[in-house]
């Protein structure tokens, strides 16, 4: 996965989805303990949240020029959010 960033991101919308499941939703097969355990320390809390508070700069660097854009799907700001992870400057305008 770590080379392949589009399976990587596909990988981790799918984790809560299969919190309580014994077979993956995709392909059926049996989801052991281990694999499990092993998709949970390539996607560790570290990771997710320093991927988070990235995207929380970024959306407000991207509203500070360009508007206001839509928030962030709600499980993500539930789970991983990051509020106040870094602040947009009220000096910056929107270039025209």
Same mark, same amino acid.
Do not use: Y
């Given at each position: 996965?770590? !080379?392949? %960033?589009?399976?990587?991101?596909?990988?981790? !919308?799918?984790? &809560?989805?299969?919190?309580? !499941?014994?077979?993956? /939703?995709?392909?059926? @097969? &049996?989801? @052991?303990?281990?694999? /499990? %355990?092993? *998709?949970? +320390?390539?996607? @560790?809390?570290?990771?997710? +949240?320093?991927?988070?508070?990235?995207? +929380?700069? *970024?959306?407000? @660097?991207? +509203?500070?020029?360009?508007? #206001?854009?839509? #928030? *962030? &799907?709600?499980?993500?700001?539930?789970?991983?959010?990051?509020?106040?992870?870094?602040?947009?400057?009220?000096?910056?305008?929107? *270039? %025209?």
């Amino acid at each position: 996965m770590a !080379q392949n %960033a589009d399976v990587e991101r596909w990988v981790l !919308q799918g984790m &809560p989805l299969h919190q309580h !499941q014994d077979d993956c /939703l995709f392909c059926a @097969s &049996p989801l @052991s303990e281990e694999r /499990l %355990a092993a *998709l949970r +320390t390539h996607f @560790s809390k570290d990771l997710t +949240t320093h991927a988070d508070a990235i995207a +929380t700069c *970024l959306r407000l @660097s991207h +509203t500070a020029v360009d508007g #206001p854009v839509p #928030p *962030l &799907p709600p499980h993500r700001h539930r789970r991983f959010g990051v509020p106040g992870a870094c602040q947009a400057r009220p000096d910056v305008r929107r *270039l %025209a």
